[in-house]
């Protein structure tokens, strides 16, 4: 359920966006038509500040992409392409989007920017080689089409290696998504549909879209960076201080800590230590009553009811405290040696799987309501206070 909560958010939503996008941008053309060399220009700017703020942020996949389409913005402007042209820009295209898709955001100026210019004079070789051969051996590129792929059309045929690599760009998107591989599918998807469709949208706007997209990218992927802690997904202690700002006077807010984690760590290793921060705050997530939880630190969490007296949170913070508690954790070890050990992992992984052993941990919760005169940090450490009256009562217990 929640890979596929991910997938809608990172992969359906953006893609149902751009249909919806595409659709009105059609649907109210002769609005945009009067703008039209205003529109022409766009990409410039647009294209230009995606590319400068994908690299100031890291993304330097987009840099690249962004550049890439630039040059072929302004060398569409100015010339037009032959078919074969055209077929070979599309194809290499493709293939470049594809294969930033499965490499990792380096810097510009590194020795990667090498590779990544090498990967790009490799795409094109590839497509030209795939034209030349269409034109080189047609007799039997005509029969190999018309005996194994009669279904499809010539230039269908012909856009063969686009096909298959889009299939490996879209998997990979469902495989592994976020933002970014969403981005580059989706200019996939619109560098297609230009060269498939010419007469539908011009160029401009579909690449101001693409410059969008990848604003947009980069934007919400720094909100994440800055607001939401990396291991558990939880928001963070940032977020937490931001909410606090916007909260009235009727709120409560609760301590949560894992019980003997350094002992739960010392046992079982950082690794399985991570696994169990990331399930504690998965439960802590479906806390009812309204509650907001955070990531505060380390094996600390906060939850925050707004507009809620303490009396009317217990049984909730209860309800989440038992849960913990009757999960049973089952145990999976991670690759976290190098390769000498990978056959001693699959060892392990085997036993592990047979056996399928399971642990449970246990939290302590301390709750306090915000008093008139008290700010949010002498109402968390009220809670706080409360935190350690449950540790020193025996632990696994809410505390008030
Ligand atoms: N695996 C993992 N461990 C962490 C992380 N952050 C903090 N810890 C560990 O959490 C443990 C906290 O231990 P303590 O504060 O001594 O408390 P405790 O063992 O939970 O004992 P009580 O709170 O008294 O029940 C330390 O061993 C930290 O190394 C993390 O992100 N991952």
Request: proline letters at 2%; hydrophobic letters at 45%.
């Amino acid at each position: 359920m929640s890979s596929f909560y991910h997938s809608c958010r990172y992969l359906l939503i953006p893609l149902l966006i751009t249909a919806i996008l595409l659709g009105l941008i059609e649907h109210f053309q002769e609005f945009w038509l009067n703008w039209q060399k205003t529109i022409q220009y766009m990409p410039y700017w647009l294209l230009g500040c995606a590319t400068i703020i994908s690299l100031q942020f890291n993304r330097s996949r987009l840099s690249y992409i962004g550049v890439l389409l630039l040059i072929f913005y302004v060398f569409s402007q100015n010339s037009t392409f032959n078919p074969k042209q055209n077929e070979l820009i599309l194809i290499a295209g493709g293939l470049i989007i594809t294969v930033f898709s499965f490499i990792k955001d380096r810097g510009l100026i590194s020795v990667h920017s090498l590779l990544r210019v090498g990967i790009i004079l490799t795409c094109f070789l590839t497509a030209y080689l795939w034209i030349l051969m269409l034109s080189s051996y047609s007799q039997q590129m005509l029969t190999l089409h018309q005996t194994y792929l009669p279904f499809l059309s010539a230039s269908n045929f012909s856009r063969l290696p686009l096909y298959f690599i889009g299939t490996i760009l879209f998997i990979k998107l469902c495989w592994n998504s976020n933002l970014l591989h969403t981005s580059l599918g989706i200019t996939f998807l619109l560098w297609l549909i230009h060269f498939s469709f010419p007469n539908w949208l011009p160029l401009s706007v579909l690449l101001n879209m693409i410059a969008f997209f990848f604003l947009a990218t980069v934007l919400i992927d720094s909100y994440f960076l800055a607001y939401r802690d990396e291991l558990t997904g939880l928001p963070s202690r940032r977020a937490l201080f931001n909410l606090s700002l916007s909260l009235g006077r009727k709120y409560s807010v609760a301590m949560v800590d894992i019980d003997h984690f350094k002992k739960f760590n010392d046992t079982y290793g950082h690794d399985v230590g991570d696994q169990v921060l990331k399930l504690v705050a998965a439960k802590l997530a479906q806390v009812t009553g309204g509650g907001k939880a955070f990531r505060y630190g380390g094996e600390e969490f906060t939850i925050v009811f707004p507009s809620k007296e303490i009396q009317r949170v217990l049984s909730d913070l209860d309800q989440v405290r038992v849960n913990i508690e009757k999960y049973n954790i089952v145990l999976r070890e991670e690759k976290r040696k190098g390769k000498q050990d990978k056959n001693a992992t699959k060892k392990r992984n085997k036993k592990i799987s047979e056996k399928q052993p399971t642990v449970n941990v246990t939290v302590s919760i301390g709750c306090a309501q915000h008093q008139v005169d008290q700010n949010f940090e002498q109402c968390m450490k009220e809670a706080d206070k409360a935190l350690y009256k449950a540790k020193d009562s025996g632990r696994n217990q809410v505390c008030t």
